[in-house]
């Protein structure tokens, strides 16, 4: 309900008494009317009829009575059938309102689901990670994929654009195995064909809308596979691994300091707009939570690694994983979606997953170059 409807004059259907005149509608009784002797005569107040059934007609006439300002939340539930106009409402002193109760926070979402799907994507992470490599870059490829499904999916649901998702998903897939393989010359070669492969597969449809889906599909290659791609070479390195294994502890720790701090302190706003839940003192705690675990990261598990990298390293994480998800964020909001899929329960889709990912990759692989080089 908006503020204007409370306590607003009466308009149209208003049923007491008009200093303009008689009421409109209203015929004289008799079969001749005296207007010197009505003059004379104290007008009888009308008294309303009462409507057939309830509903915000009546929450609207009650806050109009003379008994005070009455709000929908108490409005009487049960009238007696007997009864042909409402009791008058008295109004309530401030020392008899009942205080209302505190109002417990709440999560936001399941958390008992979302800590089990994040303990199974962790133990098959690890252990991919850490057996053979080759079989991490396939769960790249299948995240890809998936995100891409997700997104291209939501694309054609909400705006009827048909980016087109083969060529999408072939060139994703060629262009995390290209990165891995040959390094950022081979992503962008693939990332090149596979804008190309968009473009033409779309000439097989009719021209309308070709313009549209042909942006929206470069866009979707750009922001899911070829960020993505990153990932990837980070793994080439002798201690891949365990970069990769810095990148994502990183990603997930900051997302968990954002919203254990900002759930329990959090007041002030960082983007209403975007994302209502996000507050400052989020972001806050995901810097210090990040910036902490990247200096125990960096001087433990990365070799030549110093703590003081860490801390550099784990405030930009927490910086471009909060820009991922807001970016994510917008174009939710411009879908009219809550979440991008369904299949990961407590978290919603894979796509909701790499937001904050995503961005992310390609800092941590430049910085990790920067101090202590791509070998």
């Given at each position: 309900?908006?503020?204007?409807s409370?306590?607003?004059?009466?308009?149209?259907?208003?049923?007491?008494?008009?200093?303009?005149?008689?009421?409109?509608?209203?015929?004289?009784?008799?079969?001749?009317?005296?207007?010197?002797?009505?003059?004379?005569?104290?007008?009888?107040?009308?008294?309303?009829?009462?409507?057939?059934?309830?509903?915000?007609q009546?929450?609207?006439?009650?806050?109009?009575?003379?008994?005070?300002?009455l709000?929908?939340?108490?409005?009487?539930?049960?009238?007696?059938?007997?009864?042909?106009?409402?009791?008058?409402?008295?109004?309530?002193?401030?020392?008899?309102?009942?205080?209302?109760?505190?109002?417990?926070?709440?999560?936001?979402?399941?958390?008992?689901?979302?800590?089990?799907?994040?303990?199974?994507?962790g133990?098959?992470?690890?252990?991919?990670?850490?057996?053979?490599?080759?079989?991490?870059?396939?769960?790249i490829?299948?995240?890809?994929v998936?995100?891409?499904?997700?997104?291209?999916?939501?694309?054609?649901?909400?705006?009827?654009?048909?980016?087109?998702?083969?060529?999408?998903?072939?060139?994703?897939?060629?262009?995390?195995?290209?990165?891995?393989?040959?390094?950022?010359?081979?992503a962008?070669?693939?990332?090149?064909?596979?804008?190309?492969?968009?473009?033409?597969?779309?000439m097989?449809?009719?021209?309308?809308?070709?313009?549209k889906?042909?942006?929206?599909?470069?866009?979707?290659?750009?922001?899911?596979?070829?960020l993505?791609?990153?990932?990837?070479m980070?793994l080439?390195?002798?201690?891949?691994?365990?970069?990769?294994?810095?990148?994502?502890?990183?990603?997930?720790?900051?997302?968990?300091?954002?919203?254990?701090?900002?759930?329990?302190?959090?007041?002030?706003?960082?983007?209403?707009?975007?994302?209502?839940?996000?507050?400052?003192?989020?972001?806050?705690?995901?810097?210090a939570?990040?910036?902490?675990?990247?200096?125990?990261?960096?001087?433990?598990?990365?070799?030549?690694?110093t703590?003081?990298?860490?801390?550099?390293?784990?405030?930009?994480?927490?910086?471009?994983?909060?820009?991922?998800?807001?970016?994510?964020?917008?174009?939710?909001?411009?879908?009219?979606?809550?979440d991008?899929?369904?299949?990961?329960?407590?978290?919603?889709?894979?796509?909701?997953?790499?937001?904050?990912?995503?961005?992310?990759?390609?800092?941590?692989?430049?910085?990790?170059?920067?101090?202590?080089?791509?070998?």
């Amino acid at each position: 309900m908006n503020d204007s409807s409370w306590g607003a004059p009466p308009q149209a259907g208003y049923w007491g008494p008009s200093d303009q005149g008689p009421v409109q509608g209203a015929a004289p009784a008799g079969p001749a009317y005296d207007a010197h002797n009505a003059q004379q005569t104290r007008p009888m107040p009308i008294v309303p009829d009462v409507p057939a059934h309830g509903g915000d007609q009546d929450d609207e006439r009650g806050a109009a009575s003379t008994g005070g300002p009455l709000f929908r939340d108490e409005t009487p539930s049960h009238r007696a059938p007997s009864q042909h106009q409402p009791k008058p409402q008295e109004p309530m002193s401030s020392a008899s309102q009942p205080a209302s109760a505190p109002q417990k926070k709440n999560a936001g979402r399941d958390l008992g689901a979302a800590i089990g799907v994040g303990v199974a994507l962790g133990a098959v992470i690890v252990v991919s990670l850490f057996v053979v490599k080759a079989v991490f870059v396939g769960v790249i490829v299948v995240a890809v994929v998936v995100g891409l499904w997700e997104l291209t999916s939501r694309l054609q649901e909400r705006k009827s654009i048909k980016a087109p998702l083969v060529p999408l998903a072939l060139g994703g897939a060629a262009m995390v195995v290209a990165g891995y393989v040959r390094g950022a010359e081979g992503a962008w070669v693939a990332m090149a064909l596979t804008a190309l492969a968009v473009l033409v597969w779309r000439m097989t449809e009719p021209p309308e809308g070709y313009l549209k889906d042909v942006t929206a599909g470069v866009f979707a290659a750009f922001y899911i596979p070829f960020l993505a791609t990153f990932v990837a070479m980070m793994l080439t390195a002798d201690d891949g691994a365990w970069r990769v294994l810095t990148f994502l502890a990183l990603a997930v720790v900051s997302d968990t300091g954002a919203y254990a701090i900002g759930w329990r302190f959090g007041t002030h706003k960082l983007a209403p707009r975007i994302s209502p839940g996000k507050t400052r003192e989020g972001l806050l705690g995901a810097v210090a939570f990040a910036m902490v675990a990247g200096a125990l990261f960096m001087q433990f598990l990365i070799e030549d690694g110093t703590w003081w990298q860490g801390l550099l390293m784990g405030f930009a994480v927490a910086v471009t994983a909060t820009l991922g998800d807001l970016g994510e964020s917008m174009i939710k909001r411009d879908l009219g979606i809550k979440d991008m899929g369904t299949l990961l329960p407590g978290h919603g889709g894979i796509m909701d997953r790499l937001d904050s990912l995503l961005p992310t990759a390609p800092v941590v692989w430049l910085l990790l170059v920067i101090f202590v080089g791509s070998g």
